[in-house]
């Protein structure tokens, strides 16, 4: 069996996925389950996953439901389910990671405690200019390349360091929050069964620092390696995101740290008996 499942999430993105799993055949750990979770792409995104299915050590597992608007919380359930490992990594299908972004996780996991990690965010004209070239020679992690390929220099290049001793330190010194964040947090799947998976009341905003957030109210802390573990975020369109929706999440999350919720009621306890 494997070690580690890893979670990636995806909706009608598949130029963006490709590169994604690219990212995912040249990792220096090979020995991990890979799942798409995916909120009801069409038939395009599993023919890419078919291409796929060859490149990697174990098969990749794709679950899917069908297309009824921003369902994030409710993939992500299933997936949790049909994970067989009992570390779980979760990312995003936009998301490419370094070559050693499982094995830092594996390296850092530590019973107790989830894994926060952030992302390096890229415009539109970055985005679009990496090729499957430049994923397998790992020039699109390295400040040169972006700078030269329209990225403005920022302070926030730093995060691409691959000085461990820095990256600690950085990790040690950053004022941002260690939460639980859906493009690179990782935990023990019993952790996330203990506390119901996601809240299915959720649509998008916060749904992810929700489940952190009860997960704390369980005793299970946070490790921040945000300058450890790497990945690139590429450009897209929110069309999800709406004012309505943020309100109402933040109402559950406000009522949730009152009340120290632990398990909400709207979770994955609904498909363990009955996998989907």
Known sequence: MSTISIILTTYNSETWLEKVLWGYTLQSYT????????????????????????????PIIHVWQKDEGFQKTKILNKAIIKASCEYILFSDGDCIPRNDFVSTHLKHMKKGSFLSGGY????DFVSNSISEIDIKNQSCFQTKWLLENG???????????????????????????????????????????????????????????EIGERLFHNNIRSKQIRYSAICLHLNHNRNYATKDNW?????????NKQNKVIAIQNGLSKYLNNET
């Open 120 to 123: 390096f965010k890229l415009n």
């Open 31 to 58: 020995d991990f389950e890979l799942i798409i979770a995916d909120d009801g792409s069409t038939n395009q995104t599993k023919k890419l996953i078919d291409k796929f299915q060859t490149k990697f050590k174990n």
């Open 247 to 255: 309100q109402k999440n933040n109402a559950i999350r406000q009522f």
């Open 151 to 209: 990225l403005k220099w920022n302070f926030k290049l730093i995060k691409l360091t691959k000085n461990t001793f820095f990256a600690y330190f950085m990790n040690w010194i950053t004022p941002t929050k260690k939460t639980f964040n859906g493009h690179n947090t990782s935990c023990f799947k019993e952790d996330l069964i203990a506390v119901n998976g996601f809240n299915e009341d959720m649509k998008y905003g916060g749904l992810d620092r």
